[in-house]
């Protein structure tokens, strides 16, 4: 079972819009969140995390919502750019000794100039 | 700093030999991830071991097996390669403490004919 789902396979956005990448988990042991910005032949890239005891985290034009009484997470991209075009992947870890991450399928984000 | 560094890149092995991939973290991190993607399973986790000590393992057969040294550097072991083995098998190194960011190298695409 899907315990970290992306549904959306691919979201096309106007370059300067606003791109919403969306996410859901089914786990409530999940406490802190990431995503990942992947391009072809290469690993993932963190972009940005979340801890349980937050709802909002922003770095610069990346923002991530977490709305745990939904287990939704989101992440914002405002201005859109072309060099965001990427796979984005949400995962999810429980707080402990060991770091295991589950992972969405991903999202692939195209930005058209 | 440098970042993680996978060898080899890309690896092409025949259906019951065995292969041996390796991962160099970022300097100062202890705690070592492996990661198996696949077009069908997605991302997915394999072990992690932190200071030479497994500390949890993903739902793959006994043929994957892994280790970490002294200097934190870390190898992964397929035995008797199958085709389902195909993948890009991604390390991931973090700091091991508070704080559940991984980064992950460039990977080491293996091909099983």
């Known amino acids: 079972d899907q315990q970290v789902k992306q549904n959306s396979p691919s979201l096309s956005v106007q370059e300067g819009r606003i791109s919403i990448l969306n996410c859901d988990y089914t786990n409530s042991m999940f406490d802190y969140f990431l995503w990942y910005k992947k391009y072809p032949a290469e690993g993932p890239t963190f972009l940005i995390s979340?801890?349980?005891?937050?709802d909002k985290n922003e770095d610069g034009r990346f923002t991530v919502f977490l709305n745990k009484s939904a287990k939704h997470l989101s992440l914002h991209i405002v201005p859109s750019q072309p060099g965001d075009s990427a796979v984005y992947f949400c995962a999810a870890s429980v707080s402990g000794s060991a770091r295991q991450l589950t992972f969405g399928s991903g999202t692939q984000l195209t930005v058209l100039p | 700093k440098a970042g993680v560094t996978q060898t080899p890149r890309y690896l092409i092995k025949t259906r019951g030999q065995q292969v041996t991939l390796s991962c160099s973290p970022i300097s100062g991190h202890r705690s070592v991830s492996w990661y198996q993607q696949t077009p069908g399973q997605g991302l997915q986790f394999l072990f992690e071991?932190?200071?030479?000590?497994?500390?949890n393992k993903g739902n793959f057969p006994g043929r994957f097996s892994g280790r970490q040294f002294s200097n934190s550097r870390s190898e992964m072991n397929v035995s008797t390669l199958e085709l389902g083995d195909s993948a890009l098998y991604l390390c991931?190194?973090?700091?091991?403490?508070?704080?559940?960011?991984?980064?992950f190298g460039p990977g080491t695409r293996l091909t099983v004919t």
């Open positions: 979340i801890s349980s005891i937050k």
């Open positions: 071991y932190f200071s030479e000590t497994q500390r």
């Open positions: 991931a190194s973090s700091p091991g403490t508070p704080g559940y960011e991984q980064y």
